[in-house]
């Protein structure tokens, strides 16, 4: 007894003293797959102060990466400076990473100029260190930058390096995309052409060959639209849809090209078509801005037939947004709510590890008791065994004697349900069965399996119903109960019942099945072989 309360205190001790580096080594590993579940970790490190060298920047580098990879801003650059500072003429590697995070950061800040800064310096160091899957990924986070900062001179260097660093224009559709966009943009409709067509040029045969097919084509002929070039425009959406209608992966996307048409046939002229086009949108479930677009092009087309305007869709849709919005803003005042109460909770979690010395000062007098407490429900949990093991012996002894029952009593004179019933589905089929060839019935989905031996041989019947109306459509046959939410049995067919540490289960005869018994059935199951023998 001795050895083993000190084996229960070492556990004990072992699971309640985690360091702050175990924590920071276990938010590392989680930081790439569980961003939210690594901050979770990094939170439980009660004083960074105490940190120092490695350890103090493994975990404001872990702590940059798991915001950056929750989609979350990150509250002090001296997250990620430090680690910068700290890598410094000791791991090259880590200090590339540190300062592409602390460009993350001043991104989120809204320091471009400083964001921007970091990554080229972080960028050319990959490039003298021979890393090009590092310096195409800056290229790349370089190039959208540039995007959102409308430079297109800056962009169109950037795309180009990391087609070059990748042997050519395949597989780089999406930076080709954005390119030419900035090239429309500006004003220069046919360099947009040109790098659209560099990118189309790979459609059937690129890994982002879907890519191509759901954005870069459209916005190929949507750009033709645009320069008046209607027929082609109208050829290459045509083109497009029938490749959806041939690939599942293209399932929902139909809409823009549907719409781009009717906005095409509007521009032709051929108000009729245009209209057509429409309605094949709005037979789609489409998103709030589609279906915003979709009213505004309504009204144009209305217009342009009639020459009046109708707002009545507009003024229905801004009101519908207004109420969802104002719900919005409620369920976000509720969540910050939640958010506040989760801060307080896991500030009174610090203040009770502060605490954790007197606990365990009072655990090391109150183990014995534990123990002696822990052994007497082990002896009560074998007696109840015992109990239960005698239970099912006297409930496999009832069932032996319904079967001989089964076997040599006369059937009464009296009234009684039909021996032969018909069990009928949601839709035409049913199933007719002898109540005494019945073996169980079993839920799947929106159907049942009804298992019945005949000519010797286990047969299974589908129907579309759901157990509850059999078990209503059963209910004046007694050796039929619910042992279990998927599973209704016939008592006559159950051969013995087995009991397990934490299962009980009912086997069949013939087909061997095993039929869980759930704890809620478990007494109507009892009470049903009591009455039945």
């Known amino acids: 007894m001795k050895r083993i309360n000190w084996l229960f205190i070492t556990l004990l001790l072992a699971a309640?003293?985690?360091?702050?580096?175990?924590?920071?080594?276990?938010?590392?590993?989680?930081?790439?797959?569980?961003?939210?579940?690594?901050?979770?970790?990094?939170?439980?490190?009660?004083?960074?102060?105490h940190l120092t060298g490695e350890w103090k920047a493994r975990y404001w580098m872990t702590m940059a990466l798991a915001h950056k990879n929750a989609n979350q801003s990150m509250s002090e650059d001296s997250l990620v400076l430090y680690a910068i500072d700290y890598y410094q003429g000791k791991d090259s590697a880590m200090q590339r990473k540190a300062r592409a995070l602390a460009s993350s950061y001043y991104w989120w800040r809204d320091s471009l100029t400083q964001s921007k800064k970091l990554m080229i310096q972080s960028m050319e160091e990959s490039r003298r260190a021979g890393n090009r899957e590092e310096t195409v990924s800056k290229l790349r986070s370089l190039a959208r930058m540039a995007s959102l900062e409308k430079n297109l001179e800056e962009q169109k260097h950037y795309t180009n390096e990391v087609i070059k660093l990748d042997g050519g224009d395949k597989n780089h559709a999406a930076l080709l995309n954005s390119l030419a966009l900035e090239y429309y943009f500006h004003g220069k409709k046919d360099s947009a052409i040109v790098t659209l067509e560099r990118a189309i040029a790979y459609r059937d045969s690129a890994k982002d060959s879907v890519y191509i097919w759901r954005d870069v084509m459209r916005n190929y002929a949507d750009l033709l639209i645009g320069m008046g070039q209607y027929d082609k425009g109208i050829q290459l959406h045509e083109q497009i849809m029938e490749h959806y209608r041939q690939s599942k992966a293209f399932e929902g996307n139909e809409v823009g090209s549907l719409f781009s048409l009717s906005h095409a046939w509007l521009l032709k002229g051929d108000k009729q078509k245009a209209r057509q086009y429409l309605d094949e949108v709005e037979e789609y479930e489409t998103s709030d801005a589609t279906r915003f677009c979709v009213i505004g092009h309504r009204m144009v087309l209305n217009y342009a037939s009639t020459g009046r305007y109708n707002i009545t869709d507009m003024a229905e849709y801004a009101n519908e947004k207004r109420d969802k919005r104002e719900k919005s803003q409620a369920v976000a005042e509720a969540k910050e709510k939640s958010i506040q109460t989760l801060r307080e909770h896991e500030l009174m979690l610090t203040v009770s590890r502060q605490r954790q010395l007197i606990f365990f000062l009072l655990l090391t007098l109150s183990l014995i008791g534990v123990i002696i407490v822990l052994f007497a429900l082990v002896r009560h949990r074998k007696k109840l065994l015992v109990e239960k093991e005698k239970e099912m012996q006297q409930l496999n002894e009832l069932l032996a004697k319904l079967q001989q029952a089964k076997e040599t009593k006369p059937q009464p004179t009296k009234k009684q349900s039909p021996s032969t019933i018909v069990l009928t589905g949601n839709t035409s089929e049913n199933v007719s069965l002898e109540i005494a060839n019945l073996l169980y019935i079993e839920a799947v989905g929106n159907y049942v399996k009804v298992y019945q031996l005949c000519n010797g041989?286990?047969?299974?019947?589908?129907?579309?119903?759901?157990?509850?109306?059999?078990?209503?459509?059963?209910?004046?046959?007694?050796?039929?109960?619910?042992?279990?939410?998927?599973?209704?049995?016939?008592?006559?067919?159950?051969?013995?019942?087995?009991?397990?540490?934490?299962?009980?289960?009912?086997?069949?005869?013939?087909?061997?099945?095993?039929?869980p018994v759930s704890r809620s059935n478990m007494a109507q199951v009892k009470a049903a072989i009591k009455e039945l023998a």
Not at 495 to 508: D, F, M, W, Y
């Open 457 to 515: 041989k286990v047969k299974i019947d589908m129907l579309r119903v759901t157990l509850k109306q059999l078990e209503d459509d059963l209910r004046s046959y007694p050796t039929i109960v619910r042992c279990h939410r998927a599973f209704l049995v016939n008592l006559e067919q159950v051969e013995r019942i087995e009991s397990h540490s934490n299962s009980t289960q009912l086997i069949i005869k013939y087909s061997n099945d095993h039929l």
């Open 16 to 49: 309640c003293s985690k360091t702050d580096k175990q924590f920071i080594s276990e938010a590392e590993a989680l930081v790439e797959e569980n961003a939210d579940s690594a901050l979770c970790i990094l939170n439980k490190v009660e004083n960074t102060g």
